[in-house]
């Protein structure tokens, strides 16, 4: 693998090698802590994870994280599950992502950009203000350490508000893109019984107005756990019956008050689907989120004061929860509220430079999407803020990094991996590592990322599953509504006892470098966002046409994603364009614009398990070429022909 790119696409210099952070902060460990002082990151990422408590003690110390009260050691157990972080110490996330309003109080905290590209600041003492006020007025709603605040809005300031607020009295956040449907958001919600919800009477996108008002309504109704609803007016419109004003409850001017948790208090809830069921409620913690995402920012992505932050996203997906983490590090985060396409594909280019962006990030299939659209940023923009590029969402195609590349050949550019689950990388950015075609430059410190045959073996060179062998801080404190943790077990450890298996496929190469092949099961991963099937079967099998349906997501090597739906019809019905637009709608409708399939294909039959579950992983093994004999055992299906069909369909399209 390695040997396919024996030469760099981009190398730092040896001025930005030795002025990176991560170069400072390995210096002052060798110094204060014994890390290796030579060696390069590859020593010092080996001696993250041998001495994984004596680095992340140096990340805190490093970083100067404020513990009110101190901790009593940095790991106790480490086994995983149940690994326990700095066991005493009490903290507070909004505390930290504030820091710099002492200092910087009339510089922009946040840069908001909507579809008109006119880029508008909040300052770093207007966003603390803002933050104290609706914090004292959210515990005078009889807001809690522990309850749950929900936001049903867009990328907007006000959705950091609102979570730097919760994060400051203690309350954990959980939010959701107002292009989710009603029931794809109370799937969420109703499972953590939110006390305050923050909504939006709409949102434009792609040139358009959206009403959310119905929803809001349906929401309302459906959350019965619900003492305060705060109306967002995005389009102009007086709150409803019952509901609070945003500027009425951001209108004061109290300090904010840090409650002071244990370092594993939980800070918000994430949702990542699984094949069956509702989607699994990920809790991660305060403290465990501030230390991994002061790490990531800090250190990998290079960010600090002066630096201006933008990563296309939607408060639907992680990455929003990651940027808003950029006010840790003293850094501007930049918010876009609108269609990474509007007026045109080279919008998110636009915006970096409206804003004055040093670090951009996307997604994989936006740089294809430009790269095919003919646009020219380098060009139409003053791209020369931008010191890097990362991507994510999906793997980067190797023509993504070269297209990136003659976008300016001294781009650092940055393709990284991880997921919900522990909000974060688990490979990508190393501001002192060259970059080569296809590849994610290297695991992350504290990460001992491998990848595994199926006997549990480490490989070098080849294909095998992504694992993590020691825990990191960000790793889920539990899910919710999963009292004996076996839901949180299974979806991590059952494959390799006390291993994370996070299933990616993935390829670590003898220069420590590391390729993304995939998933390894059946979540559909959509423009960055997580959906599981369940969630597609639930809406469809609504229509008495359908009798049952399968849903694949299949990376293609161009970067491409083809996400078929194959339904089994109830007798005497058809597929028609009729029927194609009700099941299209139904999925727009319900759950999310982009997980419209491309394609729906009528099939004689679903194959199932001998217990009855939809076989999902070996039918998109069959449509990526495997063999029947190779994609699954016979054994353990309901029909072996019906198999065949699909095998046979697969060859049919290639």
């Not at 005493?88 to 946040?110: S, T």
């Not at 007025?137 to 607020?165: H, K, T």
């Not at 201006?308 to 408060?315: L, Q």
Request: aromatic share 8%.
């Amino acid at each position: 693998m390695s040997s396919a790119n024996p030469s760099p696409l981009w190398q730092p210099d040896q001025h930005t090698a030795e002025h990176a952070k991560i170069t400072r902060f390995q210096n002052w460990a060798a110094e204060h802590h014994g890390a290796p002082a030579t060696g390069g990151y590859e020593a010092l990422h080996r001696w993250s994870v041998e001495e994984l408590e004596t680095f992340w003690a140096a990340v805190a110390e490093w970083f100067d994280v404020r513990f009110s009260a101190p901790y009593a050691r940095v790991l106790d157990d480490p086994g995983m599950p149940g690994a326990h972080w700095f066991p005493g110490a009490r903290v507070n996330y909004a505390e930290h992502a504030l820091r710099a309003a002492g200092e910087r109080a009339g510089d922009p905290a946040i840069i908001h950009v909507d579809e008109t590209h006119e880029p508008r600041t909040l300052s770093w003492a207007e966003l603390r203000r803002q933050v104290g006020s609706l914090a004292a007025e959210l515990r005078a709603l009889g807001v809690r350490p522990g309850d749950r605040v929900s936001g049903y809005l867009p990328n907007i300031p006000q959705a950091a508000v609102a979570l730097l607020a919760s994060a400051a009295v203690g309350a954990v956040w959980t939010s959701c893109s107002p292009d989710f449907g009603a029931r794809s958001v109370l799937d969420r919600f109703q499972q953590v019984e939110p006390v305050v919800l923050f909504t939006v009477d709409g949102y434009r996108y792609g040139g358009k107005e959206h009403d959310r008002r119905a929803t809001v309504a349906e929401l309302r109704r459906a959350l019965p756990s619900l003492r305060a609803v705060v109306h967002v007016p995005l389009l102009g419109t007086q709150p409803p019956e019952g509901a609070l004003d945003w500027s009425a409850v951001t209108a004061g001017d109290t300090p904010p008050r840090f409650e002071q948790v244990p370092f594993e208090h939980p800070l918000w809830v994430l949702y990542s689907s699984g094949t069956t069921g509702l989607p699994k409620a990920i809790v991660q913690s305060q403290g465990g989120i501030l230390l991994e995402h002061l790490k990531q920012l800090g250190l990998h992505c290079d960010l600090g004061p002066g630096d201006r932050f933008f990563w296309y996203t939607s408060t639907g997906w992680m990455m929003w929860n990651f940027l808003v983490s950029g006010l840790l590090t003293g850094t501007t985060v930049i918010l876009y509220d609108g269609s990474p396409g509007h007026p045109d594909t080279g919008a998110q280019w636009r915006v970096a430079a409206r804003t004055g962006a040093t670090f951009y990030g996307t997604s994989a299939a936006y740089v294809m999407a430009c790269r095919k659209a003919g646009v020219h940023p380098s060009r139409d923009h003053d791209l020369s803020a931008i010191r890097c590029v990362a991507t994510t969402g999906s793997p980067l195609p190797p023509d993504g990094f070269r297209w990136l590349h003659g976008v300016r050949e001294d781009l650092w550019i940055a393709s990284v991996s991880g997921g919900t689950d522990v909000c974060s990388c688990f490979a990508g950015a190393v501001a002192t590592l060259p970059v080569h075609v296809g590849e994610l430059q290297a695991a992350c410190l504290g990460t001992d990322l491998q990848a595994w045959d199926p006997q549990g073996r480490p490989v070098v060179d080849e294909v095998g599953e992504l694992v993590v062998t020691r825990p990191m801080p960000s790793m889920p404190i539990h899910f919710w509504n999963d009292p004996d943790g076996h839901r949180y077990h299974d979806s991590y450890f059952d494959t390799y006892p006390g291993v994370w298996r996070h299933g990616d496929w993935i390829t670590i190469t003898s220069r420590g470098s590391v390729v993304i092949h995939g998933r390894s099961d059946s979540t559909l991963n959509r423009q960055g966002v997580r959906m599981g099937s369940a969630d597609i079967y639930e809406a469809v099998e609504r229509l008495p046409e359908i009798r049952e349906s399968l849903v694949i997501g299949i990376e293609r090597p161009d970067g491409g994603y083809w996400m078929p739906l194959f339904v089994h019809l109830a007798p005497g019905a058809v597929l028609d364009d009729a029927l194609r637009d009700r099941i299209g709608q139904t999925i727009r409708g319900n759950l999310s614009p982009r997980h419209v399939p491309d394609e729906i294909i009528e099939v004689p039959g679903i194959p199932h398990t001998l217990t009855g579950k939809r076989i999902e992983v070996p039918v998109k093994r069959l449509l990526q070429g495997t063999p029947v004999d190779k994609a699954v055992n016979p054994g353990s299906v309901d029909s072996v022909e019906l198999l065949r069909f699909y095998e046979e369909l697969a060859h049919e399209r290639r």
